[in-house]
């Protein structure tokens, strides 16, 4: 089992930037893959960005590309999304989630974080 939480959201102006947080329980995260989604207002839920287990390999939607970069520190049991450059349409909640799986590019997770609200104001 792993258990996640994400920290880190906030109301920032655009342009401004923010580090999201998921601190994990469980030995086991250091060997999944992460990931982080979102959900903005009346929008389905939106698979971002992953991670594989050792950090070695990244993915991320052209949306975020060059403005958002996901990492972990497996020492620390925790991920990270680095968002820079933002947007009013990145105004959502966002959620890290972890999964066994090795393929970085399927959105199937099966351990979700409760979700943090990132505001973006214009």
């Known amino acids: 089992q792993v258990q996640l939480v994400e920290s880190g959201g906030g109301l920032v102006q655009a342009g401004d930037s923010l580090r999201l947080s998921c601190a994990a329980s469980g030995r086991a995260f250091s060997s999944y893959r992460m990931g982080w989604f979102r959900r903005a207002p009346g929008k389905e839920r939106e698979f971002i960005a992953a991670?594989?287990?050792?950090?070695?390999?990244?993915y991320y939607i052209d949306s975020v590309k060059g403005r958002f970069t996901i990492s972990r520190d497996n020492a620390k049991n925790t991920g990270y999304l680095q968002m820079n450059s933002l947007k009013p349409e990145d105004t959502a909640i966002y959620y890290c989630?972890?999964?066994?799986?090795?393929?970085?590019?399927?959105?199937?997770?099966?351990?979700w974080g409760q979700g943090t609200q990132v505001t973006v104001s214009s």
């Open positions: 989630a972890a999964d066994w799986r090795p393929v970085i590019t399927t959105p199937n997770y099966t351990y």
């Open positions: 991670i594989s287990w050792n950090g070695g390999s990244t």
